[in-house]
């Protein structure tokens, strides 16, 4: 009883101090745990995803070439430079963190309330991704991305804005969680060979497993760290 007690006055205080953090954070969960929802929204998982890969690949001195999102919500980041080494190894291992990190760094700036700073930033980044986007669906993907985020960042109320940012950061957040999750799903059900995890386990001789446990060690550090930034 005493940790229900706890938990009542955790829930309520949420409630009276944080209503719109709550309101993101369950929105979020819903259109990240309905399938029909999910299968709507992951395109923008998927392009936090490949900005990881593009984003590593520059910063580990590879060219990068083009980055590809298709309908199936599945994508492609090509990048030019040595067919291995640590350049290689750290472009791929750039992609299923992202989203859970690209939510962390939000989730700081809205609980800094500085949600505005966070549209803008995204903004940036997606208007840096589309400049390198290389097919139609992934280019019209990431321009209605960009103008959703546009419209709430220069239309709308402060208060839209906080709630639009901290919905964007636990969707992310969650996002990542569930890509991850896929992945593995993926690998236990014989779709090997062309994962992240089995690209990295080829290049480093290390267990495909123990990658994609690292990507989920990371995403769920992203979302426990997060929800104290934003609720604690």
């Not at 910063?59 to 309908?71: D, Q």
């Not at 609980?111 to 097919?135: F, G, K, M, Q, S």
């Not at 639009?164 to 236990?188: H, K």
Request: charged share 15%; net charge positive.
């Amino acid at each position: 009883m005493e940790l229900i007690d706890e938990a009542t006055a955790v829930v309520t205080r949420l409630i009276d101090e944080r209503p719109t953090v709550l309101l993101a954070l369950v929105l979020a969960l819903v259109a990240v745990l309905w399938s029909t929802s999910w299968r709507w929204t992951r395109t923008v998982v998927t392009i936090a995803h490949e900005g990881g890969h593009a984003i590593t690949a520059v910063l580990a001195g590879r060219g990068l070439t083009g980055i590809r999102l298709h309908p199936d919500t599945s994508g492609l980041t090509v990048s030019t430079g040595a067919p291995a080494g640590p350049g290689l190894v750290f472009t791929f291992l750039g992609g299923y963190p992202a989203p859970g990190l690209l939510g962390l760094g939000g989730a700081v700036l809205v609980a800094a309330d500085r949600a505005e700073w966070a549209l803008w930033i995204a903004l940036v980044l997606l208007a840096a991704t589309l400049v390198h986007v290389r097919n139609l669906f992934g280019v019209l993907s990431v321009v209605a991305t960009g103008a959703l985020v546009a419209v709430v960042s220069f239309a709308g109320s402060p208060r839209l804005q906080d709630g639009f940012a901290a919905a964007l950061c636990w969707f992310l957040l969650f996002g990542g969680l569930r890509a991850v999750r896929e992945l593995q799903r993926g690998r236990r059900r014989g779709r090997r060979g062309s994962s992240d995890a089995d690209m990295l386990a080829r290049l480093t001789g290390v267990a495909g497993g123990m990658w994609a446990g690292l990507f989920w060690l990371i995403s769920g550090v992203a979302v426990i760290t997060a929800a104290w930034v934003l609720l604690g």
